[in-house]
């Protein structure tokens, strides 16, 4: 069985930054997705999703609202656009074996059936899951964060860079395997974080 790390947070806290600076450290190979904001003369028109391996779709703009069915708040949701280049990018990471990054497990995403299924493929399988989720509730997503799988660390603005190294630990542990000794201390880090530490 895999592992699963969820970093959650209130919006703004810098989740996607956070997986961002992770991703982008030396020596690190992941698969997945990033969400981004799309911008319009100041005010935020939408999301683009942009892959690891440089596939990019928008798939939420103030535009589609009145042409899709799938609505969350002002956007319209393209769920064809998350499916086709998000769901596919979470399934090629897991078929390499390599750590699954998604950002974010969201109100918008969550209204795709096969973006669910593909999450709790890869969390029942061998590969590692890192995930940054809402803490909206929400009940695919609150049972999800009870995954017996999965560690939940909520960040802060004053915890940020103690969770930033200790994903960074976590994603070389995955990548690396530590000696038992590392990773008990790895573990323990973890725990302390978890528990708001």
């Given at each position: 069985m895999g592992e699963?790390?969820?970093?959650?947070?209130?919006?703004?806290?810098?989740?996607?930054?956070l997986v961002r600076r992770v991703a982008a450290a030396p020596g690190v190979r992941l698969g997945g997705f990033f969400t981004e904001e799309i911008r319009r003369g100041g005010s935020r028109t939408g999301f683009r999703l942009v892959t690891l391996?440089?596939?990019a779709a928008v798939f939420a703009h103030i535009d589609f609202a009145g042409r899709s069915p799938h609505r969350v708040g002002r956007y319209g949701v393209d769920l064809a656009a998350l499916e086709g280049i998000g769901v596919a990018a979470l399934r090629r990471a897991a078929r390499r074996g390599q750590v699954v990054l998604v950002d974010e497990i969201g109100k918008m995403e969550l209204l795709s059936?096969?973006?669910r299924a593909a999450l709790e493929e890869i969390a029942a399988g061998p590969v590692?899951?890192?995930?940054?989720?809402?803490?909206?509730?929400?009940p695919w997503a609150d049972a999800f964060k009870r995954n017996p799988q999965a560690l939940l660390l909520t960040l802060t603005s004053t915890n940020r860079d103690r969770i930033l190294e200790a994903v960074e630990a976590w994603v070389r542990a995955q990548?690396?395997?530590?000696?038992?000794?590392e990773r008990r201390r790895l573990e323990g880090v973890l725990q302390r974080l978890k528990m708001g530490g």
């Open positions: 699963v790390l969820l970093i959650t947070g209130r919006p703004g806290v810098g989740k996607t930054t391996d440089g596939h059936p096969r973006f590692p899951l890192l995930a940054t989720i809402t803490a909206a509730a929400h990548l690396y395997p530590p000696a038992s000794q």
